[in-house]
């Protein structure tokens, strides 16, 4: 019998197959996202917590229907009395005529309804939660599921905002491209049962499990682990659903003595008993952290921007790629399928008053996704959605205008008329990139995007939380070491992702430009699968800002780069590679400054070495062909060419607190003083423990390379960011083990 053969009975489905996730929140209102297995009005109740008698009906929604038993819906709800008090705690439930409640205690902490504080009224109350990058059999335990430990230790120890007000998810939701195998047959008999539409037109009989890397590879993707690959739009709603919930997973995923390879496996599946066997591993955290999982999404508000995962590793990457695959039918459906799903299960709950009103690209959309039995792929909703219906123009190009009538746009912001403290502002990365050359790394946003999603602010605010998915600051080590080095080789822009703000410097510079009318600033981002975090000090005549770029990745998908990331950051810091650095910036060089750069400066000028090395390798001399032109404080100054049009200091922070009482800070704070008149080797052994103490102790305090969840709070005189990043050791589903790792900048 195939893997997963039998049907679910849609019919013994509970109502609500994943959610309620806590979405957009203002002062005076609240939405909820749910996926539903029945139709019929969704009722919202809110009253304060503990208060039954306080309940009202908040709002209702009319649940769309996305498949043959699939319904989803955000519902909108009105704040009772009209506002959301600062510090006051409110409960929810969601009622319908057409299902039963489920036990709403086991998606709370500690109330019998979930519940969720009002926005907060000064910064220095706000707590927000982080994280990215959560891929199901990624390595370690999960990042998200973690969160709820946080929570409870932090109700346990009654400290104050306790509860957070918001959670960033800052991109890779859920992987598109990397699915493990036993996973991949209830994915697609969710896909089949819930959404039932059917694209055999497009890509014809499906392949078997582990057979799609070959063909997708044919379409023009780069994914080198597409081997089940979401194609039709029904996987990639299940994708969802299974992500963020436990309600359709089965009992358990099949072992490998459930597989008949000669007919469950692709002929070309790579894959045997041990490959089997470690992805099961891999994805036990997962599934088990699915309970907590669901209890943080349902209590914490939460805004959800996309990177490249949720549709296809590389999405968008450079003009080659998006030539080839707009150029695809099965592969521009796929792009499409993914957007959709984007949209359906993330973005509406961003913006849920853009698809609530009528004649907006968002409500079109519904309309347009509303379920008939086939896929609602068609021009005009590629042209809703912002997908390519033809390769882009050869460069210099922009791949989507998005001062476009009539589609949808994914960037957003809100702020203190909203009801919060600060301002928050997302960007999109994804859809409106520019391409400069063929040959050259796609800038993530346009000059002309940059300018829309950075307007000159309206109001004022303490600070500007924003939220890109890439790291603005960037990681010296990653993006002017490892990845060009990575570039030299054949797919190796691919492996290493060069596709970072850096490496299109126009766009870079443009983006830390209208970035000053926003100061102080707080940039959240992921990607990367490593946290870090850094300090700016930006100067450009008279405007001056001061940033913390906060990177918080992965919640779930540790894996051997990122690991030796963890491990040999200090070493990083020890030889110089990662340190304060200031930078140059030049509107545009003379002919004679340019030329000069291309023989080393003279022999008095003093210039670190890992800067020589790029002289010497025709990097200075192919960035100061650039316009504009940044160059380091050092090179700068080694060549004369004056103090620039502007300038900057980005400053890597690492975590410098001591180790928790115990054996490591025994051995520390045992040491001996640092000399001694002759051989004593009870000293030379204790100072030999202390060194040893000293090293095992700094590991993960530069770069932490684990799964984890991120957690900021912040004090005032000056305004200080508190980045507090929350790791769970090891793999084992029932692990308790976590590590810490704290910094502060000061952006006040």
Known sequence: MPLDATAINTAALPGILAGPILRRLTRTEVAVWVALSKPGTV?????????????????????????????????????????????????????????????????????SLPAFPGPPADVEDLVVLHTSCRKAHGGGRDGLANAAAVIRDRLAGAVANARPHLLVLSGDQIYADEVPAPLAPRIRRVAADLVGIDESAVFGPLPRIAGRQAPSESFGFTSSAASDHLWPLGEYLATYLLYWSDVLWPTALPAWTDVAPATDLDPAAELDEAGWN???????????????????????????????????????????????????????????????????????????DRFATAGTPEATLLAAATFTGTSPDTPANRALLGVPTAPPPSPPSVLRDLTAPGALRYDLSFGPAEGWPVRVVAFDERTA????????????ISLAALALMLPPPADTAAAT????????????????????????????????????????????????????????????????HYSATASLDYHRGAAAAKAAGVTSSSAKNAEPKTLALHLFGEFAMRVG???????????????????????????????????????????????????????SAEVATAYGLGAGDWHYDIDPVDDETMPAPGALLTDITSAPAPAWPSWDP???????????????????????????????????????????????????????????????????
């Not at 009202?56 to 709800?77: D, E, F, K, N, Y």
């Not at 990139?433 to 993530?444: G, Q, S, T």
């Not at 530069?702 to 969840?709: E, R, T």
């Not at 508190?722 to 502060?744: E, F, K, L, M, Q």
Request: glycine share 8%; charged share 15%; aromatic share 8%.
């Open 43 to 111: 009722t919202l109740r809110i009253r304060s917590a503990g208060l039954p008698a306080t309940e009202v009906v908040a709002g209702t929604a009319t649940p769309v229907r996305v498949g043959s038993h699939l319904w989803l819906t955000v519902v909108s709800g009105t704040a009772p009395g009209g506002t959301f008090t600062a510090g006051q705690l409110y409960e929810y439930r969601l009622t319908s005529p057409a299902w039963s409640e489920p036990d709403w205690a086991d998606l709370a902490f500690g109330t």
């Open 433 to 444: 990139r520019e391409f400069i050359r063929v040959d050259h790394p796609a800038a993530r």
């Open 577 to 631: 590679i990662e340190r304060p650095r200031r930078f140059v910036g030049f509107n545009a060089l003379s002919a004679a400054q340019r030329a000069q750069l291309a023989s080393p400066p003279g022999p008095a000028a003093v210039v670190p070495y890992d800067q020589m090395v790029d002289i010497m390798l025709g990097r200075v001399f192919r960035a100061g062909q650039e316009s504009p032109t940044v160059l």
């Open 682 to 748: 009870t000293k030379s052994y204790t100072m030999l423990k202390a060194l040893r103490a000293c090293d095992l102790h700094r590991i993960g305090r530069m770069f932490d390379g684990l799964p984890q969840i991120s957690l900021l709070e912040f004090t005032a005189g000056p305004l200080t960011v508190h980045h507090h990043v929350t790791t769970p050791v090891g793999d084992d589903p029932a692990g308790t083990a976590v590590h810490h790792c704290d910094t502060s900048v000061v952006i006040g």
């Open 465 to 528: 939380l924003v939220v890109a998915p890439s790291p603005v600051l960037g990681t010296h080590l990653v993006e002017h070491v490892i990845q060009p080095l990575a570039s030299l080789l054949p797919g190796g822009s691919e492996f290493s992702d060069f596709e970072s703000w850096s490496a299109a410097t126009r766009n870079h510079q443009e983006l830390l430009r209208l970035l000053t009318a926003y100061a102080p600033l707080i940039l959240l981002s992921g990607d990367v």
């Open 278 to 352: 470690e992805l099961l591993h891999a994805v036990a955290p997962f599934r088990e952290g699915l309970g907590d999982v669901r209890r943080v999404l349902a209590t914490v508000p939460s805004l959800m921007v996309m990177d490249d995962h949720e549709v296809t590793d590389d999405w968008n990457l450079d003009y080659p790629w998006a030539a080839a695959v707009y150029a695809n039918p099965a592969a521009s459906r796929i792009v499409h399928n993914g957007v959709l799903a984007y949209a359906l299960c993330q973005h509406w709950g961003n913006v849920p």
